[in-house]
């Protein structure tokens, strides 16, 4: 599919990782926290290709526990709206 690494929590796939970068799955609420951080979406076929739903993970979110959890959870809404929206 894209060459990286899948991240689940049960049958919601909210993260992956590529080329030793995190990148969480993300949607209209999220986006604009990533953006505003300077954070890149997730390319599978280079700068040029297709923009997947998942942007990289700040570094100090990465060193943050408390913070990471606030952002894995933040992933996981996403990919529960997600997933619902391709259900309906």
Known sequence: MFGGVGI???ELFFALLDDDTLY??????TRPQFESRGMTPFRPYGEEGEV?????VPADV??????LGAWVEAALAAAR????????
């Not at 990465?62 to 913070?67: F, I, M, N």
């Open 52 to 56: 997947m739903g998942y942007y990289e």
């Open 24 to 29: 969480f799955k993300v949607d209209d609420v």
């Open 62 to 67: 990465l060193e943050d526990p408390e913070a």
């Open 8 to 10: 689940y929590a049960a």
């Open 81 to 88: 709206q997600a997933k619902k929206r391709r259900r309906d």
